[in-house]
């Protein structure tokens, strides 16, 4: 039986153009662009700023890692203008229930009301300073009616739920609505063309090159315009996209090497179910009242969320028989809006953030199908700019800064030649903010890719992993690295950014702070 489940990719599109009302024709008559903002806090215009990156933040455990990064957070908050999250802001499946503890209480004195935080509805937060999240595969996550109905009543099932219940929750994100609800401004509610329009002519007063748009204002009214979209800071172009919608793996050839891989896959996913009950025989014999089994309890828990997100990923390549269903409509607007940015002399850098890196070096996500997916489609879409702009880009990369999380890590990569419109990138994953970290894979920090056919192929190294923060060492050694990232935007037409990293690292039962070196990119 699975225990998660995860919309088609169509289902999330559409989903979440109905909760904006995309297109209605009250919006297409004010002329709003529904992927465009303006952060209203009298400083955007301003070239020297800071801001956060935090990512797959949204778990509350024994020891509490999210609020130690939250804390950490705290004397940077008057220095930086926003907080960028990189997607899963609740686990395990985005439920509606767990946002009050894993989002708004860690996150209290970023809330206006913070204080009662226990006041504060999920669908009804406004920040003091703006957190913009992207939505990560957990905040898409549902959970089958079958679990809800079933779970306790045979024993794989009461098994499971044992070390699940914590944080899965009995709805699910509901196809993403939960996210929608709590951070896109919910156009869905309103009954009456009446309350729209009286709705869109308060909130929708900014205006851009695209027309007009949502004006954010901190402490007042704090809503995105969509899953995707873009504003603009200090000279920055940012860009905030939905990796969740073109992540599908390619389907297997219809081949005989295509079958072999199958029957690999296949096998694969039988071994690792294997591996499941014997973690799981191994949870039963451990007391979680006993701190030495606690400890231990937590690893294997980390190693069965682990083992899902691999089943996960085999499942997805299992189920890929025709063409992928890929979310052409964002991927081209991205493209155009790079166009756009680089024909705009006011702009003078580029940010992108979602939550699948297309580059990385955690043990699980480098072999991930989805991440040579994301890799493939954002090439095919910097080709196209770098193909449109030509020399205009004057050897520079078609974006100053990547920024992901989904793998539980701090690192920083940087691309190599790859031949394609994805050269010489900076990018960094910071998925360590409260989720388990994980450790960097065997093969070690450089990265290569197979280019060509099966008859034609050859590999060659795509991308340097630069600093790798985390879990390290073994048993009493065992350290685990949590993090977040301060980056500070310098003037000039050449922007630089000062990367600053911060880690809450727990070692033998105790917590230590440290910041590690500033680099800039």
Not at 31 to 47: A, E, F, L
Not at 154 to 180: C, M, V
Request: with cysteine; charged share 30%; proline share 5%.
């Amino acid at each position: 039986m699975k225990f998660i489940s995860e919309p088609s990719i169509p289902t999330k599109i559409q989903k979440m153009k109905e909760r904006v009302r995309w297109l209605h024709p009250s919006i297409v008559s004010r002329r709003i662009d529904q992927t465009s903002m303006v952060i209203d806090d009298g400083n955007s215009d301003h070239p020297e700023f800071s801001f956060m990156v935090i990512g797959d933040s949204g778990s509350k455990t024994r020891h509490n890692p999210q609020r130690r990064v939250a804390e950490l957070m705290l004397p940077h908050q008057q220095e930086c203008s926003f907080v960028l999250h990189t997607g899963d802001v609740i686990y395990i499946v985005g439920s509606r229930e767990y946002y009050p503890q894993n989002f708004i209480e860690p996150y209290r004195e970023f809330i206006v009301g913070g204080e009662n935080p226990k006041r504060i509805p999920y669908d009804r937060m406004t920040f003091k300073t703006p957190i913009l999240p992207v939505l990560g595969n957990h905040d898409y996550y549902d959970v089958p009616l079958m679990y809800r109905l079933l779970a306790g009543s045979t024993l794989p099932l009461r098994r499971f739920f044992s070390y699940k219940n914590i944080e899965i929750g009995w709805h699910g994100s509901n196809q993403g609505d939960a996210y929608a609800r709590a951070f896109i401004d919910y156009l869905k509610v309103f009954n009456s063309k009446e309350q729209l329009e009286f709705h869109l002519d308060e909130h929708y007063t900014a205006k851009t090159d695209t027309g007009n748009c949502l004006r954010y204002e901190p402490g007042r009214f704090t809503r995105l315009p969509n899953r995707y979209y873009t504003f603009r800071y200090g000279g920055i172009d940012f860009f905030a996209l939905d990796s969740n919608t073109f992540n599908e793996p390619s389907p297997l050839p219809a081949t005989q090497e295509g079958e072999s891989s199958r029957r690999k896959l296949e096998k694969r996913r039988d071994e690792i179910e294997q591996e499941e009950m014997r973690i799981l025989d191994a949870c039963d014999r451990l007391d979680s009242n006993n701190p030495e089994d606690a400890e231990q309890l937590d690893a294997l828990k980390a190693k069965l969320y682990q083992i899902d997100e691999v089943k996960i990923d085999i499942e997805k390549q299992l189920a890929s028989h025709d063409e992928p269903a890929i979310d052409f409509e964002q991927l081209e607007w991205l493209k155009q809006r790079l166009i756009e940015s680089w024909h705009t002399q006011e702009v003078r850098g580029r940010v992108v953030y979602f939550h699948h890196p297309p580059f990385v070096t955690e043990a699980s996500k480098w072999e991930q199908a989805q991440t040579l997916a994301v890799r493939h489609r954002l090439r095919w879409v910097f080709d196209g700019v770098a193909q449109t702009l030509g020399s205009l880009t004057q050897g520079r990369p078609i974006v100053d800064l990547i920024l992901n999380g989904h793998a539980h890590c701090l690192e920083y990569l940087r691309t190599t030649d790859t031949g394609h419109g994805d050269s010489y990138l900076n990018c960094i994953v910071c998925g360590g903010s409260g989720r388990r970290p994980r450790r960097q894979r065997e093969e070690g920090s450089e990265l290569t890719e197979t280019f060509g056919d099966t008859a034609n192929s050859n590999n060659r190294k795509v991308a340097d992993s630069l600093l790798f923060v985390g879990r390290n060492g073994y048993d009493t050694q065992k350290r685990l690295p949590y993090s977040f990232v301060r980056i500070d935007v310098k003037d000039g037409y050449l922007p630089k950014f000062i990367v600053r990293p911060f880690v809450a690292e727990r070692y033998q039962g105790e917590w230590y702070n440290r910041e590690l070196e500033a680099f800039e990119i």
